[in-house]
């Protein structure tokens, strides 16, 4: 079936100007991930959505970087007056629990850089 | 100091046994991941393991887990040049939802 797909692929943008990422999860997975993956650094947690709930927003480096996820399915990272130090890849994951525990599937992240 | 962390490069002749290796901090962690990244593309869940285990075999792979000193490996068994790629480690803590990721290891297989 088809995996957790992610738009663009690649975006320049100008300093100052704003950008939405967009996430499609695999269908019918409850959760949702936003991770930011600098150069020559780990993953870094942005924010968590799981059902209905109340996402988990306690990643998110400044009050520039907001998310939304509509009708439980995709997910838009927006990112407001972008600055060089934004330029990262970003990738989104769903979730799907199994009788232990719940496995992280990535999509191919969106190469964001910022001029 | 890091939550988790691992060498940033190996590098290995095709044919040979790769080890990479991740340390972490948190003994509350539950279940602790390898995933696969190749350029240019997303993270592949490889395989996982359950904290209360200390081995776990899936074809080529081997986990091993050293609760203790909260070291995790992973051993390749006759390396590949596909298997060339950057390898995270990944912890879940008791009580988290977020995996918390090392920085990933570069593994290089030359021919």
């Known amino acids: 079936g088809a995996g957790v797909s992610q738009s663009p692929s690649n975006k320049v943008t100008e300093k100052g100007k704003d950008v939405e990422l967009r996430c499609d999860p695999i269908s019918g997975h409850t959760a949702l991930y936003w991770y930011r993956q600098s150069l020559g650094q780990g993953l870094e947690f942005l924010i968590y959505?799981?059902?209905?709930?109340?996402?988990?927003k306690s990643g998110l480096p400044s009050d520039r970087f907001s998310a939304e996820r509509t009708g439980g399915s995709v997910s838009t990272l927006t990112i407001q007056r972008t600055q060089q130090e934004d330029s990262a890849v970003y990738l989104c994951a769903s979730g799907a629990r199994d009788k232990y525990q719940e496995t992280q599937y990535f999509g191919p992240g969106t190469r964001l850089l910022v001029l | 100091g890091e939550d988790v962390e691992q060498s940033l490069f190996l590098s290995v002749r095709e044919g040979d046994s790769s080890v990479i290796n991740c340390t972490y901090t948190d003994s509350s962690s539950t279940y602790l991941y390898w995933y696969k990244q190749e350029p240019g593309a997303g993270l592949q869940l490889l395989t996982y393991?359950?904290?209360?285990?200390d081995m776990k075999q899936d074809q080529r792979l081997t986990v091993l887990l050293n609760k203790k000193d909260k070291h995790l490996s992973l051993r390749i068994a006759d390396t590949q040049t596909g298997d060339s790629a950057i390898y995270f480690c990944a912890e879940k803590r008791s009580g988290y939802s977020t995996l918390t990721f090392g920085k990933g290891t570069m593994l290089l297989v030359s021919p």
């Open positions: 959505f799981q059902g209905n709930s109340a996402p988990d």
């Open positions: 393991i359950f904290s209360n285990m």
